[in-house]
């Protein structure tokens, strides 16, 4: 009977205690206005205040906090009472207050900013304030994008602004690719430790990276490029791992068509695309397929080339015969889209079936285009073996660049016109045809878009080579040396070597034109020409058929 009322004696003291702490501890929720001043104050009857702040718009909320006493703690929570951020102030007073500011990128929503003491039972009481400001990211991304399943399609060429949030830590881009390319993605970010990789639908990483030291005022740059395969991929920016940083970032893209002719799947003896004689195929070695494999068969005893032009590195071509066995393998070291590298291999063989394969030296290699022909000898009649162009004229026809006429003859001492010069060129440098070739075309009196060479000549046009005079592409027009200078330069890209002046012991310098002096002056330096013989350049002589191949070839190995 003792214990029993001893016990009810306890139990409303315990409740009266219990009561008065949860009324200390909740008060009504008060909703205050961005930008707005807020006063407030922590008593003994009041030792809690909980304020409501509501984003319409994500972006980054900053909280300016004074306090005038100590043992003071504020927390920013939201929906689902996570702690955004929050901190204890100790030292503050009447006339020494405590200050501080506190900032997170944050989604839109409604978030409680809580200030109460620290310990209940504390003796500290006081006043404080604090002041809210908010910075609309205008983030453009649309959520939820976290994941492969709600990915959010970005088309090719399209900027998005996104936002890493104290709330979404990922986002995630569907990229569609309707036919093989490279692929480059674009990305700006605005803040540190930054994880980002692209990966196709399997789930393999095909590129990945860390970015760091990025800022609001020196946001971190980088571009990523990759030859793909026609598919689906996705591309996830996120934090990196162990970090909550958060920030601002943009992403684009820029997608190139290779516009390759090979027959996929072809990576293997079996699956093995049939290649005809002195047909040219473009193929692609991407991240998705590392090997190509052609064959081909012959009726009879014959000499072949197989000429192959890599626009990467670390190639290699391999011949083998029908059981298998190795017949000679080739290697490119030095290929790269503005240069490309083209060997030939020259063997006579017996009937029977082969095999050509192509693909990266190693499994890590580089990615890139390549062109592959296989053409009987080529026998011109009027093309002796000890003719400075001879070495010249069998490369570039057998790599299908040049061709002789009907007749077995390639005429080396007729001029050149420019309208050849535009096909030599359009071959050389595998440049790709403007979708707006038809445009182009119709604004030179002598092509037009039903020209036969109408897409050659806006390609050319498109990359700054030829560039036309008197709303004319002066087609029939020969070719002289000096303009001819000025043309190689600007297809290879010479400009950037430095003059030595080399025009100093030739003789008519002074004949060439203003225009053109310091391109050929680049010729003489690269030693691409070596003028016409005692000291003559003769840039006002229309260039022959014979000298251009032989300038085109030096120009390609440079």
Do not use: C
Request: no cysteine; aromatic share 12%; glycine share 6%.
């Amino acid at each position: 009977m003792r214990k029993s009322s001893l016990f009810s004696i306890l139990l409303p003291l315990l409740l009266s205690i219990f009561l008065v702490r949860s009324v200390q501890a909740e008060t009504n929720t008060q909703i205050i206005k961005i930008g707005e001043l807020v006063n407030g104050v922590i008593t003994d009857e009041v030792a809690r205040q909980v304020y409501q702040i509501h984003l319409d718009k994500p972006g980054l909320l900053t909280i300016d906090f004074t306090a005038y006493f100590g043992s003071v703690k504020f927390e920013l929570m939201d929906q689902n009472n996570s702690i955004v951020f929050g901190d204890v102030f100790y030292d503050g007073d009447e006339n020494n207050p405590q200050k501080g500011w506190y900032s997170e990128y944050l989604e839109a929503g409604n978030y409680n900013f809580i200030v109460y003491k620290k310990r209940y039972g504390s003796s500290n009481t006081g006043k404080f304030t604090f002041k809210t400001s908010f910075e609309p990211t205008k983030n453009n991304e649309v959520e939820p994008n976290n994941g492969t399943v709600p990915a959010q399609p970005l088309p090719l060429g399209k900027e998005v602004i996104g936002l890493i949030s104290w709330n979404d830590h990922s986002d995630t881009f569907k990229l569609t690719l309707d036919e093989p390319g490279l692929l480059t993605v674009n990305t700006t970010t605005y803040f540190d430790n930054v994880k980002i990789n692209l990966e196709d639908e399997s789930g393999k990483t095909v590129f990945y990276d860390k970015i760091y030291y990025g800022t609001v005022n020196n946001p971190r740059k980088e571009n990523y490029s990759e030859y793909l395969e026609a598919g689906t991929y996705y591309f996830t920016i996120q934090q990196a791992d162990f970090s909550e940083d958060t920030g601002t970032y943009t992403l684009s893209t820029l997608f190139e068509p290779t516009k390759n002719t090979e027959k996929e799947f072809n990576n293997g003896r079996v699956p093995a695309e049939v290649l005809s004689l002195n047909y040219l195929v473009k193929g692609l070695i991407s991240w998705n397929d590392n090997l190509d494999t052609y064959k081909f068969s012959l009726d009879q005893q014959t000499t072949i080339d197989i000429i192959t032009t890599a626009y990467f590195d670390n190639v290699v071509v391999i011949l083998e015969d029908k059981d298998g066995k190795m017949i000679d393998k080739m290697y490119f070291y030095d290929g790269n889209v503005n240069m490309p590298q083209i060997k030939t291999l020259e063997y006579t063989l017996k009937p029977g079936m082969y095999y050509i394969h192509v693909g990266r030296k190693s499994e890590y290699g580089n990615n890139g285009t390549y062109t592959l022909r296989i053409s009987n000898t080529v026998n011109l009649i009027d093309v002796p073996t000890d003719a400075f162009y001879y070495d010249a004229v069998m490369k570039l026809t057998g790599a299908g660049i040049i061709s002789g006429y009907p007749d077995s003859t390639f005429r080396p001492n007729q001029p050149l016109i420019r309208e050849h010069a535009v096909l030599l060129l359009k071959r050389a440098l595998n440049l790709q045809v403007p979708d707006n070739y038809e445009n182009i075309a119709d604004q030179f009196t002598d092509v037009g878009r039903n020209h036969p060479y109408a897409k050659e000549i806006a390609a050319v046009y498109h990359a700054g080579i030829f560039n036309g005079y008197n709303n004319r592409m002066g087609l029939n027009d020969e070719l002289t040396r000096e303009q001819m200078a000025s043309v190689l330069v600007r297809a290879f890209q010479l400009k950037g070597y430095s003059y030595k002046d080399s025009l100093t012991t030739v003789k008519d310098a002074d004949k060439i034109l203003p225009v053109h002096k310091n391109d050929v002056d680049i010729l003489y330096d690269l030693s691409i020409t070596k003028g016409k013989g005692n000291g003559y350049f003769a840039p006002k002589d229309s260039i022959t058929r014979g000298e251009f191949v032989t300038f085109l070839d030096r120009a390609m190995k440079k």
